[in-house]
Nanobody, 126 residues
Framework: QVQLVESGGGLVQAGGSLRLSCAASGRTFSNYKMGWFRQAPGKEREFVARINWSGSVTYYADSVKGRFTISRDNGKNTVFLQMNSLKPDDTAVYYC???????????????????WGKGTLVTVSS
C-alpha cells in the first residue's frame, strides 16, 4: 500500500501562485510514476500533470502548460505542483496519484492509477 497526503491548497487571487505537495509513504517511492489530477464541481476528474520515476520526463495538460510545473524529490518521497498565473478555471480539488511503473499500463489517466490521495482544495478568485 502507498499512502498519499496532499497539502498546500487554499484561496488565491487570479494571477497568483500556489505550491502543492504530496507526501508518499508505504513503499519505494521511486517505483511509481506520479501525477496530479483535479476535479471541479460538477465535472469529471481530469489529468493535470505527470512525472516519471526519476523526474526527467514530465507531461502536462494543455490547459496548464507553461503555468504549472511538476517535480519530485525521491529522497523526501514527495511530489510537487507549482502553479503560477492561476485562473478561476483552475478552481478544483487537486489529487495526487501514483502508478506502479513495474507493471505495464496502456495509459496514465484516472482509470489506471494505483493509489490516490484525498485531495486538497484550490480556489482561485477573480
Amino acid at each position: 500500500q502507498v499512502q498519499l497526503v496532499e497539502s498546500g491548497g487554499g484561496l488565491v487571487q487570479a494571477g497568483g501562485s500556489l505550491r502543492l505537495s504530496c507526501a508518499a509513504s508505504g513503499r519505494t517511492f521511486s517505483n511509481y510514476k506520479m501525477g496530479w489530477f483535479r476535479q471541479a464541481p460538477g465535472k469529471e476528474r481530469e489529468f493535470v500533470a505527470r512525472i516519471n520515476w526519476s523526474g526527467s520526463v514530465t507531461y502536462y495538460a494543455d490547459s496548464v502548460k507553461g503555468r504549472f510545473t511538476i517535480s519530485r524529490d525521491n529522497g523526501k518521497n514527495t511530489v510537487f505542483l507549482q502553479m503560477n498565473s492561476l485562473k478561476p478555471d483552475d478552481t478544483a480539488v487537486y489529487y495526487c496519484a501514483a502508478q506502479d511503473r513495474t507493471y505495464y499500463r496502456s495509459s496514465f489517466d484516472r482509470r489506471t492509477m494505483d493509489y490516490w490521495g484525498k485531495g486538497t482544495l484550490v480556489t482561485v478568485s477573480s
